[in-house]
Structure formats: C-alpha cells, structure tokens
C-alpha cells in the first residue's frame, strides 16, 4: 500500500516527519548531546508529539494501515512507544493498537512492544521480553512475567525466540561501540 492509496496520506507525513525528529532527539539524549536549555526544548517537543497523537487517536482511533499506510502506522507506534511520560495515554493507546490489531490493521508485534513498555513503565513485569536496560555492562532483560514460558509468547505474536533477539541486539551494540559511539541507552526494545 503506498501512501497515495491511504485515506489520509497528509496525516501519513506527519507522523512520519515526527517520529523521525523524535529519533533524532532520542539519539542525541541517549549519547547526552544536549545542554540543560535543549534537554528542555527535546521534552517540550516529546509533549508537543504526543499532544498530535492523541489528538489523532481522538479522531480516528489508531492510525492504522489504511489510513496513513505502514510507514506512518509504526511512525505513530513509535510515538506512543516512546511517551513514556504519559502513562494513562500510553496505555490507551495500547488499547487502540490492540482494536486495530484485531481488525487487520497494525502488526501485532507493534502492540507486544506497546504492552510490554506499558507494564514495564507501571513496574509490572512484562509479557513478551521486548523491553531491556542497556547498561555499561550490557544488556539487562527488564523483569519478566514466567520467564520458562517466555519463548512461546514471543512465538504468539511472530517474536523471534529471546536469546536470538538478545544477540542481535549485542551486535548491534559492539558495532557501535567499534565505531566511536559510546552511547547508553536507557531503555530499548528487543525485536
């Protein structure tokens, strides 16, 4: 589906234009790039994002697939993923992901990771492994609901079994690392 066959191809820009600035920053945050005045400017713009998100799911509930396409849908996943300052939104959001879901309009890996940042930020443990600390150490698993039945529902939403994930996510790291780039972040998902 391209952008020109959406209901809302418009809507589609700008979240796609939001959620790659919203990257932008978050890089620059993790890598602690930014002075005491930009830390600022970042969350005033991580509210000003989730503000238009919300205002999107008020109008039109998830932004699914055939109303902004696929790159504009996980631009808006990506949002909601990321506003962890708004926990009650946050965790309406995940519902409307879940609607969506269940009409053939998201993947339902967008809604795994959804739910499990949700619990995670409550400090509940989560359901499918997709949340992890990334220390100067390495990778931490966030808390786990029934970590010996973890697998399967990884396996129940089209998640890759934990530990292949886990690697891909170390090399990703050590890549960095043997480039120059000695960021740290805080939270991250795994696939």
């Known amino acids: 589906m391209t952008a020109a066959e959406t209901l809302r191809p418009d809507l589609g820009r700008e979240l796609i234009a ?6 932008a920053r978050r890089a ?9 005045v930009q830390l600022g400017q970042d969350r005033h713009a991580d509210h000003a994002d989730t503000k238009v998100l919300r205002r ?4 039109h509930d998830w932004p699914g697939h055939r109303l902004v396409g696929p790159d504009a849908a996980r631009a808006a996943w990506s949002l909601a993923l ?3 300052g708004d926990a009650d939104f946050q965790r309406a959001a995940t519902t409307l992901l879940e609607r969506a879901v269940q009409n053939g309009d998201a993947p339902v890996q967008h809604w795994a990771h959804l739910y499990d940042r949700t619990l995670v930020n409550s400090g509940r443990p989560q359901e499918f492994g997709t949340q992890q600390l990334l220390t100067p150490t390495g990778v931490e698993l966030c808390p786990v609901r029934a970590p010996d039945s973890l697998d399967q529902r990884r396996g129940s939403v ?4 934990l530990a292949g994930a886990l690697e891909t996510v170390r090399r990703r790291l050590a890549q960095d690392h043997q480039a120059g780039d000695p960021s740290t972040i805080v939270l991250a998902e795994v696939a």
């Not at 999107?56 to 109008?59: F, N, Q, R, S, Y």
């Not at 089209?158 to 079994?161: C, N, T």
């Open 56 to 59: 999107v799911l008020a109008e």
């Open 158 to 161: 089209g998640l890759s079994p």
């Open 82 to 84: 990321h506003a962890d």
């Open 28 to 36: 620059k945050r993790v890598r602690n790039q930014l002075d005491a």
């Open 18 to 23: 939001r959620a790659a600035q919203s990257a």
